[in-house]
């Protein structure tokens, strides 16, 4: 009797075709990777994150290394010789790679552990939209689509970086959202509340989509909605900051801008306000020029730019075609994709002030996409006839991010070459037989290694080949330091060993001090301090 009662209900509620089409769609990241690099006369198992120019990949794979190996790294990772209050993060926020730790704990850690977790990451991502969302066969062939021509998508799969994460925790929101609207359940509403949680706990500004779920919540009950939605926003600020007081290290320059409030307090209303509109009307203007040359240079903060604002005029536009549409016929659909456009839209209104206002022009453009990334689901699932805006948005990602996406540094997928290789395993060996971590009092610096950021030599200023530092042992930490501190710190640094540019003004200083000498090739020079 149960076994008939459950094939009624998986029949008449269609659930096999749902699970056609989320196998399916979960399948198109696999697909984009494998072409991408088929496309180049590669495999996916030639992504090779030391032959990237993406600095902050380094970053992120060895501390996430660290944390699998020991719990935290037993070196500090900083900023000219910076560390955090407690344990030894960098700038950013540990919860950013919490499903790379658990990949890590579960597989083991190595250099394509990153790129596989990203890969499986969207894949999940895609199967459980879909089976929230149901979507129909013409949805989702617009959004195989747009998923296809985004790149950025395969790009960022590809790599090191955590952006992926964010991308998979948002549209997975999003999917519990138009669930949620179709049917509601405390289930989903609380799913609803961890992930955009969890989001702000990464990054900050995706606070925005916690109102979405407060929002939810108020509506079901205003009195006990409020509480729970102020209680909410307020415990996860607090968890944040407390992570960013005791578990982020200094960086070199502020990662985002308050003066556009503290000069309120400190010079006043007046000086206040010139401040906030000056800062809108001169960044505004470098935003537009970057704009400019997305479209006619390819430059890649402009590319973004350029996505960003044409999805923010596509969910304008719908919004008010579908706000006069319910005005006449008062449908549950239409209301239910309005609230989904009119908070998206919100969202990137919202973020495009914060980011004038509060982050570096070429830095920050990254966090667009994760916007368009979640855009692009969000527009494939609208109630439109024709469909005129995806095809829109289509075209512009095939121009910006296809036609236009020439530049290696931003959109080259790095692959393993030999000499690469050999350098890296080189380098590896000589970490392994001169580095000796201390155990006691960890982290301490006695585990950390200095990554001179640049430094000027008889051919000219140079950049160090950061990438070799992926051979130092798990457990160390990297303090990356510019070439200033060193000089004026030199005899009173405080990590014990030292990578420099071989040739340069610190390799000259290092040997006048009398360090040791670990390790030289032509591009890079080891020194133990002490």
């Known amino acids: 009797m149960k076994k008939e009662q459950f094939m009624d209900w998986w029949k008449q509620d269609k659930r096999y075709l749902t699970l056609v089409k989320a196998v399916l769609m979960a399948l198109l990241p696999v697909v984009c990777c494998l072409v991408r690099t088929a496309a180049e006369g590669r495999s996916i198992g030639q992504v090779y994150l030391p032959s990237s120019e993406w600095n902050d990949e ?11 190996k020991y719990g935290f790294p037993r070196g500090y990772f900083g900023f000219n010789e910076s560390h955090a209050l407690q344990l030894s993060f960098a700038a950013w926020s540990p ?49 195989t689509v747009l998923f296809s021509l985004y790149t950025l998508f395969t790009r960022y799969m590809l790599s090191g970086m955590p952006e992926v ?15 949620y609207l179709n049917k509601e359940t405390n289930g989903k509403l609380i799913a609803m509340f961890i992930v955009s949680v969890l989001l702000t706990l990464m990054r900050p500004y995706m606070l925005l989509f916690l109102l979405l779920a407060c929002f939810f919540r108020i ?21 944040y900051v407390l992570i960013k007081h005791y578990l982020g290290a200094e960086y070199f320059t502020p990662l985002f801008y308050t003066d556009w409030i503290t000069t309120f307090f400190t010079d006043g209303i007046g000086a206040g306000f010139r401040n906030f509109f000056g800062t809108l009307h001169w960044k505004g203007l470098e935003f537009y020029r970057h704009c400019v040359s997305g479209m006619k240079s390819g430059l890649a903060s402009g590319a973004f730019f350029d996505g960003y604002l044409l ?46 206002l509060m982050y570096k022009m070429v830095e920050g453009s990254k966090h667009f996409l994760t916007f368009i990334a979640a855009g692009i689901f969000i527009v494939s699932m609208l109630q439109t006839r024709y469909y005129k805006k995806a095809v829109l948005l289509g075209a512009a990602f095939l121009y910006l991010y296809s036609y236009k996406a020439v530049e290696p540094y931003d959109y080259q997928v790095p692959y393993v070459t030999e000499e690469r ?68 710190h030199l005899t009173e640094l405080q990590s014990r060993y030292l990578a420099t540019v071989s040739g340069g003004e610190i390799d000259g200083q290092c040997r006048e001090q009398g360090y040791e000498e670990l390790g030289r090739d032509a591009d890079m020079v080891l020194y133990r301090r002490y």
């Open 95 to 143: 919860v950013l790679v919490f499903p790379w730790i658990l990949w890590g704990l579960v597989f083991g850690w190595n250099l394509l552990s990153p790129v596989i977790c990203n890969i499986v990451l969207l894949t999940i991502t895609m199967f459980v939209f879909v089976w929230l969302v149901k979507p129909t066969w013409k949805q989702l062939g617009i959004l």
């Open 421 to 488: 290789e050999a350098q890296v395993e080189y380098w590896r060996q000589v970490f392994a037989e001169n580095l000796v971590m201390s155990t006691d009092q960890v982290p301490n610096y006695d585990n950390v290694v200095i990554w001179t950021f640049g430094d000027d030599t008889p051919e000219g200023n140079r950049n160090l080949k950061w990438q070799l530092l992926y051979g130092v042992p798990e457990g160390f930490g990297i303090s990356c330091c510019e070439k200033e501190y060193l000089l004026e």
């Open 219 to 239: 509506r079901r009950s205003r009195k006990s909605g409020w509480i729970v939605s102020v209680s909410v926003v307020a415990c996860t600020g607090v968890v």
């Open 58 to 68: 380094l970053f992120y794979f060895k501390q996430v290394e660290s944390i699998v």
């Open 311 to 356: 999805l923010l005029a596509i969910l304008l536009v719908q919004s008010f075609l579908d706000l006069r549409a319910y005005r006449r016929e008062k449908q549950t659909g239409l209301r239910n994709q309005l609230i989904i456009e009119v908070h998206f839209a919100f969202s990137l209104i919202a973020m495009l002030f914060a980011h004038l």
């Open 165 to 179: 994460i964010c991308f998979g925790m948002l549209i997975l929101f999003y999917g519990l959202a138009f669930s």
